[in-house]
């Protein structure tokens, strides 16, 4: 946005200006402003308007004294409806801004029919806004969400590239289930009212697309690895997508995943990056996104602020997975119920997590060193047999925010984990090929994009924070 000095006049801006960077001209300034009515008000003759144009958390407020526009468009200018306006920047006696414009034109672009338009000022649940996520986006809180989204996954790339890590698109379609991860969505081309047969009755999936069964990625992990064999230090940042039917505020159908992969590192420099990682994010965040972060603060959740302000400048916990299990049953042997059992073996819930993240040490923990039973086969096992060099970053609210690993390097040790886990090697020849052509120690993690968002934001439901959620049953827009 340029403003211009006109000689002899007041400073003009050009043409299409965001909002955001018009309340920042000086008084006197000409501008055009674009956008969606909030409100609506009228007093003593003199019109009120509050618009948006999703630039910035602030509305702009427009002025509009009697006579200026003639009635039958003012008539138009209803909550929602889309607008033009020109006029001149004045000081406003109003609190919470410095200008406001003094309207001299206005244009009504798009009208919004006020006895339906569903987005009215206040009181809308989370849920209703949801039914209707094709305008929630122009609400106070969805402009807020959407900005942070931005904000956060600008910042996720410029922390990689700073460090000299290469951006990595891993596939969506992919015909392997090597992670085991979760429930895959199955991609077909197959008629399926129709189906080709082998002759024992079988689906031939040699007919389908691929020539065999394919499926939507569940992590870019894997190929990941592939990279950082061959680039050192990479990253994947994208969509992934898990069938899983646990409808909860914390899981989706499809989220978005930040994958780093380094290798030449062992666990604790995972750790470190993640840690590090975090903070940047975070506070890349606070800066950037300061208006959005104080509106959700203010209305959403009134520990976002101090949360995120202490994280950025205190040191992550770390214990491992056997201390964390210690912690948990004591607190069991003080009395604490929890609904599922702890003992050495255990999977840790999200009651667990955050009993150790909130309560315990109230900040995030690093929990490293977990079963080999419970994690996945290519975590590199420990010279104890027992366990693996796995990590989860817990944080307040949400638990599980981070889970990483070193990774299995050695071919003879990785093969014996394939086997045990009742996995078909033949599957894995290539991530198998990886150990036996120029293996490497290497670690590694995933972050939930929505995960990382639902922390920001104090929002409660994931679905409230991607701009169009997929769950079982919801895939509307
Ligand atoms: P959880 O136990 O919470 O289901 P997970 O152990 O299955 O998570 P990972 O496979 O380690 O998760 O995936 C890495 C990260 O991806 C998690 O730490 C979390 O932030 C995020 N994540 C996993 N599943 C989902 C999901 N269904 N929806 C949104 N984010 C998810
Ligand atoms: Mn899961």
């Known amino acids: 946005m340029k403003a211009v000095n006109r000689p002899g006049g007041a400073n003009v801006i050009e043409k299409g200006s965001y909002i955001r960077d018009i309340l920042r001209q000086p008084v006197g300034t000409t501008v055009e402003a674009h956008g969606w009515v909030k409100t609506r008000r009228d007093s003593r003759g003199i019109h009120f308007i509050q618009m948006n144009d999703g630039s910035g958390f602030s509305d702009l407020q427009v002025v509009v004294e009697a006579g200026v526009v003639p009635a039958e468009t003012l008539a138009r200018v209803t909550t929602g409806a889309c607008l033009r306006v020109c006029g001149e920047l004045v000081a406003s006696p109003g609190a919470g801004q410095a200008v406001e414009l003094k309207a001299r034109?206005?244009?009504?672009?798009?009208?919004?029919?006020?006895?339906?338009?569903?987005?009215?000022?206040?009181?809308?649940?989370?849920?209703?806004?949801?039914?209707?996520?094709?305008?929630?986006?122009?609400?106070?809180?969805?402009?807020?969400?959407?900005?942070?989204?931005?904000?956060?996954?600008?910042?996720?790339?410029?922390?990689?590239?700073?460090?000299?890590f290469l951006y990595v698109h891993s596939p969506i379609l992919t015909t392997s289930d090597c992670?085991?991860?979760?429930?895959?969505?199955?991609?077909?081309?197959?008629?399926?009212?129709?189906?080709?047969?082998?002759p024992s009755g079988e689906v031939d999936t040699t007919a389908d697309f691929f020539g065999r069964p394919a499926y939507l990625t569940v992590s870019g992990q894997l190929e990941a690895e592939i990279f950082a064999l061959a680039f050192t230090n990479v990253y994947t940042f994208g969509p992934t997508f898990r069938a899983e039917q646990?409808?909860?505020?914390?899981?989706?159908?499809?989220?978005?995943?930040?994958?780093?992969?380094?290798?030449?590192?062992?666990?604790?420099?995972?750790?470190?990056?993640?840690?590090?990682?975090?903070?940047?994010?975070?506070?890349?965040?606070?800066?950037e996104a300061r208006d959005d972060l104080e509106f959700f603060n203010k209305r959403i959740d009134n520990t976002v602020l101090a949360t995120l302000e202490h994280v950025v400048t205190s040191g992550f916990?770390?214990?491992t997975y056997t201390e964390a299990i210690r912690l948990l049953e004591q607190a069991r042997d003080q009395g604490r119920q929890w609904e599922f059992p702890v003992h050495w073996g255990a999977d840790l819930q999200s009651e667990h997590e955050r009993y150790l993240t909130e309560e315990v040490f109230r900040k995030p923990v690093v929990v490293t060193d977990y079963p080999k039973e419970i994690k996945a086969f290519y975590m590199r096992l420990n010279d104890d047999g027992r366990t693996v060099r796995a990590m989860d970053v817990l944080v307040p609210r949400i638990g599980?925010?981070?889970?990483?690993?070193?990774?299995?390097?050695?071919?003879?040790?990785?093969?014996?984990?394939?086997?045990?886990q009742g996995l078909n090697a033949d599957d894995y020849w290539w991530y198998l090929d990886l150990r036996r052509y120029?293996?490497?120690p290497h670690a590694g993690f995933g972050l939930g994009l929505e995960r990382m968002m639902m922390y920001l934001t104090g929002m409660k439901n994931i679905r409230d924070v991607i701009p169009f959620a997929r769950a079982p049953g919801e895939a509307r827009f």
């Open 246 to 287: 646990s409808n909860t505020p914390r899981h989706l159908a499809e989220f978005w995943m930040v994958e780093p992969e380094m290798a030449f590192a062992d666990l604790d420099d995972d750790r470190r990056l993640a840690e590090e990682f975090l903070k940047y994010t975070i506070g890349a965040v606070l800066e």
């Open 105 to 164: 034109v206005i244009e009504v672009y798009g009208d919004a029919d006020s006895a339906t338009y569903p987005l009215q000022k206040k009181g809308h649940t989370m849920e209703f806004l949801r039914e209707i996520a094709h305008l929630r986006a122009r609400s106070n809180t969805f402009g807020a969400v959407f900005r942070v989204r931005n904000v956060l996954s600008a910042a996720i790339h410029r922390f990689f590239q700073e460090r000299g």
């Open 179 to 198: 992670e085991g991860a979760g429930a895959l969505f199955r991609v077909t081309t197959l008629d399926l009212m129709n189906l080709p047969r082998t």
């Open 438 to 440: 120029g293996s490497a």
């Open 317 to 319: 916990e770390h214990v």
């Open 400 to 420: 599980e925010i981070i889970g990483g690993s070193q990774r299995e390097e050695r071919y003879d040790i990785l093969r014996e984990r394939i086997d045990a």
